[in-house]
């Protein structure tokens, strides 16, 4: 059954009206009819189940029906902070990031970033991949919708206080693999560097930061590969994957 992302409030036995990309990817898209039946969230909790009642042209009206509480977050509660890398490839990595449970996204500059971004095409940038996440989110069963910032240099985020967090930096020439660390005892921030990799310097700041590098094992991953690996070991050693 479709399931559609609505930023507007949602109630049972109410009728609604879906306008904007929900209704051209309805429409046009999935090509649905009258009648036919979808799933609704808003990214507040649960989701609704609702029956299209009329489909025009850009407008679509739906009566929303039962409210279900399901949730399919992770317990584990994940920063990602990605060095920007090329066009499809960090799409790749935030569709797969948020199929994998991540709660927060940051996107970063980092010294060996390729990626040069005013701030127009910053800020275009940054409504491209809210679409991917939303997309995503309607793909994988999510009910809620991670946090995506705005584009930030590593050295101011590594200037931040990281306390709150568990911090883990990737890096194939560290000393440590998950398997050896101790379950992290709260929220964990991951930092993944772009197609450059990360310098020795921002390795170093990170460091001192609180950083833990972690590896996996002797290969070299591309960053779109990183991410995904990471995320993915870290829900089957501490989340719920697996």
């Avoid at 902070?81 to 990031?97: F, V």
């Avoid at 709660?103 to 970063?108: A, E, S, W």
């Avoid at 560097?193 to 020795?200: A, D, H, Q, T």
């Amino acid at each position: 059954m479709p399931r559609i992302y609505l930023t507007t409030s949602l109630a049972s036995d109410s009728e609604i009206t879906i306008e904007g990309s929900a209704a051209n990817h309805i429409g046009r898209v999935l090509r649905l009819k009258s009648g036919d039946k979808i799933t609704l969230f808003n990214g507040k909790g649960g989701e609704y189940s609702a029956v299209l009642t009329s489909i025009e042209r850009q407008i679509i009206h739906a009566q929303v029906g039962k409210f279900n509480p399901r949730e399919s977050e992770s317990p584990l509660q994940i920063t990602l902070a990605q060095g920007i890398s090329r066009g499809e490839r960090m799409d790749y990595t935030l569709q797969k990031s948020v199929e994998l449970g991540v709660n927060r996204i940051i996107p970063l500059t980092t010294e060996r970033c390729g990626v040069k971004l005013d701030e127009k095409r910053a800020a275009k940038r940054q409504q491209h991949w809210q679409g991917i996440i939303i997309s995503a989110c309607e793909q994988c069963g999510r009910n809620r919708i991670p946090e995506i910032l705005p584009i930030t240099s590593l050295a101011c985020w590594l200037g931040e206080n990281h306390t709150e967090t568990q911090p883990f930096v990737l890096h194939h020439s560290a000393k440590h693999s998950l398997r050896q660390l101790a379950p992290p005892c709260g929220p964990i921030s991951l930092l993944i560097g772009p197609e450059g990799g990360l310098s020795e310097n921002e390795l170093e700041n990170a460091s001192q930061g609180g950083f833990q590098g972690i590896q996996f094992g002797p290969r070299i991953l591309r960053t779109e590969t990183a991410s995904i690996a990471a995320l993915a070991a870290l829900q089957t050693y501490w989340g719920d994957l697996g």
